[in-house]
């Protein structure tokens, strides 16, 4: 069986909640369970990390200093991570690095010293899986309200939250289109009425 050497972690409505161009370390708080789920993944010596667009620096509405702050910010809170990625730039910008580019991830998979291929990366929006799947990697889509329906329905994998994505690739590669718990699906997926 193939073995998960990494698992690559976008950060803002993954980790912790979505705060638009937040530069304010204040303002980060960690999603639930994904300080558990990061314990997981470190008790069995699977290496984690971080890849994350930040366009509020190509913006103007963010320095790579309150990037570089609220980084630190989840690495006091959740990490110690193995690696950090981030793309400063914006959608036109034309870089490598942005997902769903496979920049970033090629970039942290070789920090890392493992292959594209052994990696998970795990992540709230479409562009997420489509930068894993162009690099190779194994994707997981754990949708927020922000997710778009269309995103959920093309994802290979879909996880009802941040821990039964993790509990997923503890023995290997992700399996089959919905990663369920131990809750009903139907509870799983419940957002409180509200519209993905």
Not at 7 to 15: A, Q, S
Not at 175 to 186: F, K
Request: proline share 8%.
């Amino acid at each position: 069986m193939s073995r998960v050497n990494a698992v690559l972690f976008d950060r803002d409505g993954t980790l912790v909640h979505d705060v638009p161009y937040n530069g304010d370390p204040d303002r980060v708080r960690p999603v639930e369970g994904a300080r558990e789920a990061l314990g997981l993944l470190r008790s069995r010596g699977i290496r984690t990390g971080v890849v994350t667009n930040q366009s509020g620096i190509a913006r103007g509405l963010l320095t790579d200093a309150d990037v570089r702050r609220v980084n630190r910010r989840v690495d006091e809170l959740l990490g110690p991570f193995d690696v950090w990625g981030v793309c400063p730039h914006g959608p036109d910008d034309g870089c490598h690095c942005r997902k769903p580019e496979p920049g970033l991830i090629l970039w942290a998979a070789g920090r890392l010293c493992t292959a594209p291929s052994d990696c998970v990366v795990i992540g709230d929006i479409g562009g997420d899986i489509e930068a894993a799947r162009r690099a190779g990697a194994h994707g997981i889509l754990v949708p927020t309200p922000q997710t778009r329906p269309e995103e959920t329905a093309a994802a290979d994998h879909v996880a009802p939250d941040v821990l039964t994505a993790v509990r997923a690739v503890l023995n290997g590669p992700p399996r089959g289109q919905v990663l369920a718990d131990e809750r009903p699906i139907e509870a799983a997926y419940d957002m409180g009425g509200r519209r993905r």
